[in-house]
């Protein structure tokens, strides 16, 4: 099984940009389908990017496009969310995930969750 550990997370003003880190270990990273959720309180996890496993095809949430953007490095086997131009309402819990290839678009699950980094955007 793999493992997840997100990093970076911290305090922002609006309009700065953070860079969190999922780092795997126990199986390589390019095994997988990834992607970045969040999770504000009271809310519900919410999609916010993911990757195919050679950085060939992304996806964003509508509220992140054109802020954010996310990658990965197989050889450093980490997954990387860059978050620029950053709202209040990002404010939350950032998690990544995995789903073991193959990966299909309509029968996708996310089957491993990191313990999530906080992410706190202040006006």
């Known amino acids: 099984q793999v493992q997840l550990v997100e990093s970076g997370g911290g305090l922002v003003q609006a309009g700065g940009s953070l860079r969190l880190s999922c780092a795997a270990s126990?199986?390589?990273?390019?095994?997988?389908?990834v992607g970045w959720f969040r999770q504000a309180p009271g809310k519900e996890r919410a999609f916010v990017a993911s990757?195919?496993?050679?950085?060939?095809?992304?996806d964003y949430a509508d509220s992140v496009k054109g802020r954010f953007t996310i990658s990965r490095d197989n050889a450093k086997n980490t997954l990387y969310l860059q978050m620029n131009s950053q709202k209040p309402e990002d404010t939350a819990v950032y998690y990544c995930?995995?789903?073991?290839?193959?990966?299909?678009?309509?029968?996708?699950?996310?089957?491993?969750w990191g313990q999530g980094t906080q992410v706190t955007v202040s006006s």
């Open positions: 995930a995995a789903d073991p290839l193959p990966s299909h678009y309509y029968t996708r699950t996310f089957d491993y």
């Open positions: 990757i195919t496993w050679n950085g060939g095809s992304t």
């Open positions: 126990g199986r390589t990273l390019s095994r997988y389908y």
